[in-house]
């Protein structure tokens, strides 16, 4: 479920990227539509100002009075209106311009918000293997920035768009409209203008692509330099990492001077081929004007148009290189969009409600990646309310199967049932209700300590939650904090100890109350004292439940009920401790000698 690292697949595929985007649009279709509205007498103003030179100079400069049916206009009153004109046009295109900025606003807002909640619902419901194969940087800037330019930018160019169409067909109306021949000349020198535009689409998708590659990695780079920032200062690695993003940066300056270099010269060809068109306008102009085809006000506000249509002209050219920008980030929205979890319901799954008999696991093959089988045809069960200790080699595969069990992956042959029901028929809400996990390394959100036992359950009742903590050997630290449990911790849990963190990961587990728990122990040794509280903590939490433990301490591989060895992804060795160890050159005899014996 690796993303595409070219991305952006679909960037000239405008329909499908527009029937994409339509739901979004859709809810507020209505402030979209009134925005619109709005923009269109914005767009005509340049249009009017042009418009209105002409009578200004036939009749004011030129002193013909107009004549409108019986009515005359008088030269005086014509210039009286002139002044009071210009203010109810700035007060009336001010009060729209205002209208329309907020309507545009408000609506792209909504609408990229509306994506970001949609992608993080998809980023909540992705299965272990994307998060495997992705850098959090490159679903940073996929979820971060693409929504934004997809949304906000795509409304802006629209509303840029919309007006200098406008604003341009209201221009090239005054030209027509005081000489057809001219303006026929002055639009075929214009729409010459646009076909650079067409030329450097591909340049834009390419770097854009590339871009977000690499603002991914540069991302993936702050946010390993703030995680590692320990090993970073203790191995003395700043001088490799500043070169690392050095690097980067250099690449993104390469890529964004590439197609500064591109499409840089755009805008003064269509300055160009604008000034070309003025030119040939001025030359045949001045012989209609000489001949008298033209009047001077005719002529004025012939040149005052084009002069004015070159702004929105240029818009025009800029916007739809904008909306090609828009559209590859558009397209890389909706990859994300578009990919299915593997791991996912099936059709009419029942709910586990109680673990009855036990857990089987029967011929298990698994492979994270294709053709590299990690576990090899395991077989075992686990009787309910049975402790179930695995041990073995690091690599071995241990935690590959715990994770097996609440599917945070899918099996590649085999089965694992419970109570005779594999576990693919279950919904996976109500499979993973029934399982509480504590790992290796337990994370902890930034928040309170409260907030992260509550995860267990979040309507749990005070006394409860006194409860787990006591259960937990949390007690005595939380008292002797200021805060209590509202204590905040780090990011990550950070300004925890490990075996603090590893109790409140614990209490967690505990006030989730599931009848089938997980335990990774830490391999990481802690002193003696905190080990033994933490052991208090987990056997607890162990209490009548249906355990998979990892152990690496001889105290918790002897309660075991069984032990399992894994090795090189087989199992190798069942029994009790008694009846293991004294197995003549047995693995788990081998391990005990080298490593138990030393544990507590
Ligand atoms: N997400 C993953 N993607 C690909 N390979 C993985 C992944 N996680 C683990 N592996 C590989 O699977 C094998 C088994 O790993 P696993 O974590 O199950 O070992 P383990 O027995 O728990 O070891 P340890 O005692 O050190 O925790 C290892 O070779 C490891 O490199
Ligand atoms: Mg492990």
Redesign the pocket.
């Known amino acids: 479920m690796e993303l595409s690292k070219s991305g952006a697949n679909t960037a000239f595929n405008y329909g499908y990227l527009i029937k994409k985007i339509y739901p979004y649009i859709k809810p507020v279709m209505f402030r979209v539509i009134l925005g619109i509205v709005v923009a269109i007498p914005l767009g005509l103003l340049d249009g009017l100002t042009a418009f209105v030179l002409k009578p200004y100079i036939d009749i004011v400069v030129n002193g013909h009075p107009a004549v409108y049916k019986s009515f005359t206009i008088t030269r005086e009153a014509f210039a009286a209106i002139i002044p009071w004109l210009i203010i109810v046009f700035a007060v009336v295109q001010g009060a729209l311009k205002y209208i329309n900025n907020y309507l545009v606003d408000w609506v792209s807002l909504k609408i990229s918000n509306a994506i970001k909640m949609d992608l993080f619902k998809k980023l909540t419901s992705l299965d ?2 994307f998060f ?1 194969e992705n850098t959090s940087g490159i679903v940073l800037t996929r979820f971060l920035s693409d929504p934004d330019t997809a949304s906000r930018s795509f409304i802006d160019s629209l509303k840029l768009l919309l007006t200098s169409a406008v604003s341009s067909l209201g221009l090239i109306f005054v030209l027509l409209y005081n000489g057809w021949k001219l303006a026929g000349i002055a639009i075929v020198v214009l729409c010459c203008a646009f076909l650079p535009v067409v030329w450097i689409r591909k340049k834009i998708k390419k770097v854009s692509n590339a871009n977000a590659v690499l603002g991914g990695s540069i991302n993936t780079n702050l946010n390993e330099t703030y995680h590692g920032n320990k090993i970073m200062t203790g191995f003395g690695l700043q001088d490799k990492l500043n070169a690392k993003f050095d690097n980067q940066i250099r690449e993104s300056f390469n890529l964004s001077i590439s197609l500064t270099k591109r499409v840089g010269w755009m805008s003064p060809i269509m300055h160009l081929i604008a000034s070309i068109g003025i030119a040939i306008v001025m030359v045949f102009g001045n012989k209609l004007l000489m001949s008298g085809e033209m009047t001077t006000g005719n002529f004025a506000s012939f040149i005052t148009s084009l002069l004015l249509l070159y702004k929105p002209i240029k818009d025009l050219g800029n916007t739809l290189t904008n909306l090609q920008n828009i559209f590859v980030a558009m397209s890389r929205v909706f990859e994300l969009f578009d990919l299915v979890p593997e791991i996912k319901d099936k059709e009419n799954t029942i709910e586990l409600k109680e673990v009855n008999e036990g857990i089987k696991f029967e011929d298990v093959c698994f492979e ?2 294709e053709n ?1 089988p ?1 576990l090899k045809n395991i077989s075992f069960s686990v009787p309910k309310g049975n402790v179930i200790a ?1 041990v ?10 715990v ?1 097996l069990l609440p599917r945070f ?1 899918d099996i590649k042959s085999g089965s694992i049932k419970i109570d005779d029901t594999d576990i693919r028929d279950f919904s996976l809400s109500s499979l993973r209700a029934n399982i509480s996990e504590v790992f ?1 390394d337990n994370f902890l959100f930034s928040g309170t300590i409260r907030d992260n036992i509550l995860m267990g359950k979040f309507n749990a009742s005070e006394e409860e939650i006194q409860k787990v903590v006591e259960g937990a050997h949390l007690g005595e630290f939380i008292s002797s904090l200021e805060n209590g449990l509202d204590t905040v911790i780090g990011e990550r849990g950070t300004t925890l100890s490990g075996g603090q963190r590893q109790r409140v990961a614990i209490a967690r587990a505990m006030l989730k109350n599931a009848p089938v728990i997980i335990l ?1 122990e830490a ?1 990481s040794a802690l002193d003696n004292k905190s080990e033994e509280i933490v052991q208090r903590a987990l056997e607890n939490l162990m209490q009548g439940k249906t355990v998979f433990v ?1 152990a ?1 301490r001889l105290s918790t591989i002897k309660n075991a009920d069984e032990i399992i060895v ?1 090795n090189e ?1 087989k199992l190798v060795e069942r029994g009790t401790h008694e009846e293991l160890v004294n197995k003549e050159n047995g693995q788990y005899k081998y391990l005990y000698e080298m490593q138990f014996k030393k544990t507590v």
């Open positions: 272990s293997k495997d994270y990646e590299k990690i695995l073995g080699n690091s690599g071995g595969g241990k935690s590959t199967i994770n992956y290796q990774d391999t990892i690496h894994i992804g």
